[in-house]
């Protein structure tokens, strides 16, 4: 066991071994003092041997002194078990930690024997409290974890102690394979509990996604404020959550509650934000693209307007302002001259323009009322692509957002029946944005039917396919997956090579994302009888989405190993095994770093359909966080002589720098701008990556964790993922008609920031230190948690990696994560100065 | 009686009452009073879906109080713009050309990047491109052989292909006749068509051009490719030992910029190219002697083109090496200390004119008064494309009128780079930069045209692995007096 930072403990090795030779070597003489007279023979043999050990321990030959010591601290033990009693401290740190270390090995070798174990326990009890006593509460979790008891733990934590013991807890379950972490996140939800650390219990209840302990974090808590706080929180991590009167019992109070679940002031706290650093200022295209900066470039642009390039500024737009409520294409006043909103929308062609009235549903995100209000004139319109955007407007509008009106079922339900495949499209497509994570039965009930229906084509059914699988995410139901694989089962041999088709699968990963494996075996087992065109591209998005997020090592291990293969050309399913590559490692830091170097590798030896998707896989690991190793990578990719390589590098650039107005991305994707000017695929892929880059005018991030990288928000993994798989056919589906896929993204899209209320949920503004955050876990003392801190006054900006703690004591939060909305109770104790 | 609030937009109309016994069209008429919104535009949710005009209140199960949802605005509906916008995409291919501001690349057809810089170089000269429009078709003079004629043919239609495309263009035809009339260029290496020097490519089809392109009548001012390119030169050939002294004259289509440990700088380059030492039969002495010859230029052409002599044969290694170094040349070049004294005292009055003009341009206080000058003068330079021999320096007087004949001033500007990357003249890669008539700088990399910004232009002067200038043309600039 190593050695951890205890007071005690002397850093350096030399020292170290000295005192071991010390302890054991002073443990005969006590027992000389006791027993000198009454030594049995057998007791003499061990002591002439302990001498002999203590003798040759001093010995000048390192090889003699090793063999020695190591003799010599396996009898420690022993001499416990068999010997006296007594207060186990009274020798020193150095003998308990070397006894645990011991107990550890003979615990396993006598579980081999299934021999009794109660002896050892014993002494566990002891040593787990001394250790707790003693500010090593990471060694008592490591001795209980090797005996496997750690329920014992929750005897001996107090308030002095708790959180670093919770700390190590959940810092630790990263790395335990499946069952172990849920047990040890399960004992320090019972901890936090145990001390009303509500916010954290929480916080481990979402992680568990176990809604009887959410409930029971509410049943628990008596305090409406801090419950308010939950509601918050529960609201970031992007779940459909129903209050009942169990968790609060006063019907006005859970409508205000439950307002908050709902997400229906996540617009004003958003624009509160935005106006704070005064970024209301719509942006056009113009603004982000900077061509001023590129030489002649700016005073000969083309004379004639082209449909692509407008499709692109139509997304640059939809994404840099999106949810500010106004920009200077869509939302334009009407009343001038026959009207200007309308004009822009013309300027896209055929299904441009449902990319185009859709847009406005991102410009007002979250805004249902006004939302709704802008979109209901394209309702009316007689072309069928302007109604399918105004279809899929209602969706994305609705984003995240739950009303008790249900708006987006009551006026998307309608269309999903129609004649016209495109308002389909919309329609279902709205549904699946509006309601993810819902599992909402009605929709489930409509959508399932087009399924299995024979006469509808395909695209529709993948649309359906997929928004059920967005609906039921992580739910792991058997009636969608049931659908699902029929749909699949049914497609001709011609239809399973169409690009859409791979939104089947995904549709039914979705339904298990991150449920690991038991739930997702039996649906496994079905795919391997599918056509063999889809069989093996099933199989990797099954595995990777049911494993997405937990780190699990082997996985990532089988999912490299197919990476590696040397197939024949036309084989889809590498794709996927990249992409899950990412997705199962991206939770946690050490693995997501080696998941970046593997995937180096990868390039370098991988085949062309491998290579392609590697630049989706590093856009998907540093989502919103731009680290200068990838950027360079996918910079120097995006100059590649394969295209799709250098388009998915492009794109995912993009990605890496959504929502951070990174300034050398911008730079970057300037320079591809020009280097690219004739190519209209390529151009279009720059375009949509400078409007990721500049995202919500830098307010807003894609990365799907949140409360200080622990949780992982289901539908907003669901929703890149969907891009992601997208991508891996960009000509068929971004650059050919589906490009509105882009605007899944809206399931990751949310404000990067940290805003302060008062009780009454008013914005109240406090100085705050922002700074990079400091990884404490098992650090002696009460170091500091964050480093380079700058003090600014809420609501701030939190770049990835950063932690913001209160600068005031005028104040204390409600919850100890500091992200998002964080209610401020005035401190009773404080005092002016 | 049923009571609900309807929320509209952000505003909530409490209190309003429903009949269940009428059909909901009545409600609906109840709230267009409210908002104004006509009631077939009213969106109302209810479970399940839109309240129905005619749907019965007691299946729809609202209760009293309960907070119902309208969507609906009295806004115009949106109409398709009466003239339907025409996208660049449905353009047809020519016209989608022209909106980019600059013509298409050329495919590689393995190893041709040589061919494909020389190529685009040349392109930029419109004067060339003109007269090779007006070369007859059909009709070839005695004096050009089939292949020449074929060739520029071929180099006409290349030309014009690039200016109609949008996409890179495949030089197949012009690359077999090339080949045919030079086949040197066919030379294979593992089956492959080797890499050859761009120079001799250039000098070979220039040469072809000049040829092919005399006027029948032969006369010396007729050869449209001297005319663009051509520098004459004086020489005097002097031998220190006997004190003999001779003068020659001689005309060239390029100058050579000779690179040695002296020479940072196209100018000293020049000065250097332009002397030289030769072997040659002394009549006095009745031996061979060393003799110096010194040139200067006696007259200038339209498009001056300095070739760096980056290539030399090694004998120890028997390879064509090239040599590193760097020389920095500008993107405007004044050659007027290496023009004879006649030229110089012809120059003279000229570059006054322009010194003044661009004082004027700064805002100085003109020394002449001639307001209109200006205006003329792009008058005068546009007119002088069209009839591209028309205003040579060396019949300045000739014109038809005294105002607005152009004048050479011996200042040049920089217009294309052909640039060589790699360690040999047979191996590494062609690359030309062009200056479009916008003032955009363009490389044509094959068949890949891009963006360059102008200060980028200078840094192909070498010292390094990037790619560095072979060929430069500058462009004369005219003054009209």
């Known amino acids: 066991m190593a050695p951890g930072p205890d007071p005690n403990s002397i850093g350096d090795g030399a020292k170290r071994d000295e005192a071991t030779t010390k302890v054991p070597s002073k443990d005969p003489k006590k027992k000389d ?26 010995d000048p030959n390192p090889e003699l002194q090793k063999a020695a010591l190591e003799s010599m601290s396996f009898e420690s033990l022993g001499y416990r078990l068999t010997g006296s009693e007594g207060d186990i401290g009274s020798w020193g740190h150095e003998y308990v930690r070397n006894l645990a270390g011991e107990i550890a090995e003979e615990y396993t070798v006598r579980q081999g024997e299934e021999a009794s174990i109660e002896d050892l326990m014993d002494l566990v009890q002891q040593i787990v409290a001394f250790h707790m006593k003693h500010n090593a509460e990471t060694e008592a979790v490591d001795l209980l974890m090797d005996v496997e ?67 029971q974090v509410f049943t628990s808590c008596t305090d409406l404020l801090r419950k308010k706080q939950f509601c918050y929180m529960i609201s970031r991590h992007g779940i459909t959550f129903e209050l009942d009167p169990e968790m609060v019992e006063n019907d006005v109070d859970r409508e205000m509650l439950q307002d908050i679940v709902n997400n229906t002031k996540l617009s004003e706290g958003y624009l509160t934000l935005a106006r704070d650093i005064e970024v209301m200022e719509a942006k056009t295209p113009e603004d982000i693209y900077k061509a001023h900066l590129l030489d002649g470039r700016a005073s000969s642009g083309p004379s004639a307007d082209s449909a692509r390039q407008n499709l692109a500024a139509t997304f640059v737009n939809a994404f840099v302002n999106a949810g500010f409520g106004q920009d200077k294409l869509m939302t334009v006043p009407s009343d001038s001259t026959s009207g200007s909103a309308g004009n822009w ?28 209000t802008h979109l209901d004139k394209y309702f009316h319109s007689n072309d069928n692509p302007i109604i399918a955007g105004a279809l899929l407007g209602v969706g994305i509008v609705n984003c995240g957002i739950k009303n008790d009106c249900d708006p987006a079922l009551a006026l998307l339900g309608e269309y999903i029946d129609k004649e016209d495949s495109s308002v389909r499209i919309g329609a279902i497509m709205g549904l699946g944005i509006a309601y993810a994570g819902s599992q909402n039965d009605q929709i489930r009930s409509n959508l399932s039917p087009i399924l299995n229906d024979a006469k509808a084509p395909l695209d529709v059914i993948a649309f359906a396919a997929l928004s059920l699988g967005m609906i039921y995410v992580g739910s792991c139901n058997e009636e969608v997956a049931q659908s699902i694989i029929f749909a699949l089962m049914d497609r001709s041999e011609a239809e399973l090579g169409e690009a859409l088709t791979r939104f089947l699968p995904l549709g039914l990963g979705l339904l298990y994302l991150g449920k690991q494996q038991e739930s997702v075996e039996a649906t496994a087992e079905v795919s391997k009888t599918f056509n063999e065109k889809i069989r093996k591209y099933c199989d990797m998005t099954l595995l990777s989405c049911a494993y997405a997020g937990t780190g699990n090592v082997l996985k990532v291990q089988d999912l490299l190993a197919q990476c590696g293969e040397h197939l024949e050309k036309g084989d889809i399913h590498q794709g996927p095994a990249v992409l899950g590559l990412a997705m199962v490692a991206m939770s946690e830091e050490l693995g997501l770093d080696m998941a970046i170097r593997s995937l180096e590798r990868v390039l370098q030896y991988g085949e062309q359909n491998v290579r392609r998707a590697v630049p989706l896989a590093l856009g998907l690991l540093c989502i919103s966080n731009p680290k200068v190793t990838v950027m360079d990578t996918l910079s120097r990719l995006s100059h590649d002589t394969d295209s799709e390589v250098a388009m998915s590098a492009i794109v995912s650039l993009g990605l890496i720098g959504a929502g951070t107005n990174n300034a050398r991305i911008a730079g970057m994707l300037r320079n591809l701008s020009s280097y690219y000017y004739k190519d209209a695929s390529l151009l279009f892929c720059v375009r949509i990556a400078q409007g990721l880059v500049h995202m919500g005018k830098g307010l807003l991030t894609l990365s799907p964790f949140h409360s200080e990288r622990l949780l992982l928000s289901p539908t907003a993994l669901a929703g890149i993922v969907t891009l992601l798989h997208s991508c891996l056919d960009m000509k068929s589906i971004i650059l050919g008609k589906y490009h509105y896929v882009l605007y899944f993204l809206v399931l990751a899209m949310q404000p990067r920031m940290m805003l302060t209320v008062d009780e009454n949920l008013k914005p109240i503004s406090v100085p705050v230190r922002v700074g990079q955050a400091v990884d404490v876990v098992g650090q002696a003392g009460r170091p500091k948690t964050i480093t380079g801190f700058q003090t600014h006054s809420t609501p701030v900006l939190l770049a990835a990696g950063e932690r913001a703690e209160l600068a005031t004591d005028k104040y204390i939060p409600l919850s100890p994560i500091l992200e998002g909305f964080i209610i401020l109770k005035e401190n009773p104790d404080y005092r002016e100065e | ?117 020389t190529v685009q170089c040349l ?32 180099t006409r239609e290349l030309f014009g292909d690039l200016d109609r495309s949008v996409n890179a263009v495949s030089p197949t035809q012009f690359w077999m006749i090339l080949r045919k009339k030079f086949p040197q260029f066919s030379q294979l290496q593992n089956g492959m068509h080797m890499q050859q020097d761009a120079e001799e490519c250039w000098t070979q089809l220039l040469y072809t051009l000049s040829q092919s392109l005399k006027a029948p009548t032969s006369s010396e001012d007729s050869d449209a490719v001297k005319a663009l390119f051509g520098v004459n030169l004086r020489s005097r050939v002097h031998c220190q030992e006997s004190g003999e002294e001779s003068s020659e004259t001689e005309s060239v289509y390029s100058l050579k910029c000779h690179i040695s440990h002296e020479v940072n700088h196209l100018h000293e380059g020049l000065k250097h190219g332009l002397k030289g030492e030769l072997e040659k039969t002394s009549p006095a002495l009745g031996r061979t002697a060393l003799y110096l010859k010194e040139s200067l230029i006696d007259s200038l052409p339209r498009y001056l083109t300095v070739q760096f002599v980056r290539f030399f044969w090694k004998r120890e290694t028997n390879q064509k090496a090239k040599i590193l170094r760097k020389v920095d040349y500008p993107l405007e070049l004044d050659i007027f200390d290496l023009c004879s004294e006649e ?38 330079e546009a007119s002088s494309k069209e009839s591209g021999e028309s205003s040579t320096v060396t019949q300045p007087e000739g014109g038809s009128s005294e105002k607005g004949t152009l004048h050479m001033t011996g200042i040049y500007d920089l217009v294309s780079v052909l640039t060589h990357k790699g360690r040999s003249a047979d191996s590494g890669h062609y690359v030309a930069w062009v200056k479009q008539e916008s003032g955009k700088w363009i490389q ?9 910004r102008e200060e980028d232009i200078t840094k192909l002067s070498g010292g390094g692995d990037w790619h560095m200038a072979y060929i430069i043309m500058y462009k004369a600039r005219f003054v009209s007096m």
């Not at chain 2, 309960?66 to 398709?80: F, N, R, S, Y």
């Not at chain 2, 044509?444 to 360059?452: C, G, K, M």
Request: with cysteine; hydrophobic share 40%; aromatic share 8%.
């Open chain 2, 1 to 117: 009686m049923l009571t609900v609030s309807v929320k509209w937009q952000k505003k909530v109309f409490e209190g309003i009452e429903i009949d269940p016994t009428l059909p909901p069209y009545v409600f609906k008429a109840q709230l267009y009073d409210l908002t104004g919104v006509p009631p077939e535009r009213q969106k109302i949710m209810v479970k399940g879906g839109l309240l129905k005009d005619d749907a019965d209140w007691s299946a729809i199960g609202v209760k009293d109080g309960q907070k119902l949802m309208m969507m609906g605005t009295a806004d115009e509906i949106v109409k398709a713009p009466e003239k339907a916008i025409v996208f660049a995409e449905d353009l047809p291919e020519e016209e989608q050309a022209t909106h980019l501001g600059y013509s298409a690349g050329l495919v590689n057809l393995g190893n041709t990047c040589y061919m494909n810089s």
């Open chain 1, 345 to 372: 929308l013309f300027k896209n062609k055929e299904h441009g323009k449902t990319s185009a009235a859709a847009s406005l549903g991102m410009i007002l995100l979250w805004d249902v009322d006004a939302g709704l």
């Open chain 1, 33 to 58: 003092d006791k027993k000198e007279e009454d030594l049995s023979e057998e007791d003499l043999q061990l002591k002439q041997n302990l001498e002999l050990y203590v003798e040759r321990a001093q």
């Open chain 2, 123 to 154: 392109k930029s000269v419109p004067e060339l491109k003109s007269a090779l429009s007006n070369y007859a078709l059909t009709g070839r003079s005695a004096d050009v052989d089939q292949t020449s004629h074929m060739l520029t043919v071929a």
């Open chain 2, 343 to 380: 030229l110089r005292k012809k120059l003279e009055a000229p570059r006054q004119k322009l010194r003044d003009e661009e004082g004027k341009k700064l805002g100085l206080q003109p020394k002449s008064t001639s307001k209109d000058s200006d205006v003329k003068m792009t008058d005068a």
């Open chain 1, 149 to 215: 008891d750690l329920d014992l733990l929750l005897e001996h934590v107090d308030r002095a102690n708790f959180r670093r013991t919770c700390n190590y807890l959940t810092s630790a379950a990263k790395y335990l394979p499946g069952p172990d972490d849920m047990l040890v996140l399960d004992i320090a939800y019972m901890i936090y509990i145990k001390f009303e650390e509500y916010p954290n219990a929480l916080q481990i209840a979402l992680f568990l996604d176990n809604m009887q302990y959410v409930k």
């Open chain 2, 444 to 452: 044509y990399d094959d068949s890949h045209p891009s963006l360059q």
